[in-house]
């Protein structure tokens, strides 16, 4: 079971970046993948999901309308393209996958089951 993400760096303010994360070993009926981000002395929160079957989305209001997650189910993929990236953004992004989503949890760390390595985003103001 593993979760390759890719895509991090450094970029300047109203910039774009598009990470990526390729799942391998999972699949199941209701299952979801999703993005997560962190900086130092603050809890994980959710940036989007997605349901693979389903395409049902899932974003923080921070990123609605900036952030784009989607999905390449035959290459157990999912992408997020990140516009208009502002200093608030800068973290470290995590990819994750949940078996199954419940609505209710889908902001949950805890409803993931599997993460990623961590993947830097910094933006430069």
């Known amino acids: 079971v593993q979760l390759q993400a890719s895509g991090g760096g450094l970029v300047q303010a109203g910039g774009s970046l598009r990470l990526s994360c390729v799942s391998s070993?999972?699949?199941?009926?209701?299952?979801?993948m999703g993005w997560f981000r962190q900086t130092p002395g603050k809890e994980r929160e959710l940036v989007a999901a997605?349901?693979?079957?389903?395409?049902?989305?899932y974003y923080a209001d921070s990123v609605k309308g900036r952030f784009t997650i989607s999905k390449d189910n035959a290459k157990s993929a999912v992408h997020l393209l990140m516009n208009g990236l502002n200093a608030e953004d800068t973290a470290v992004y995590y990819c994750?996958?949940?078996?199954?989503?419940?609505?209710?949890?889908?902001?949950?760390?805890?409803?993931?089951?599997?993460w990623g390595q961590g993947t830097q985003v910094t933006v430069s103001s």
């Open positions: 994750v996958y949940a078996r199954g989503i419940i609505t209710s949890a889908v902001g949950s760390p805890n409803a993931y089951e599997y």
């Open positions: 070993g999972l699949t199941s009926d209701n299952d979801g």
């Open positions: 997605i349901r693979r079957h389903s395409s049902t989305t």
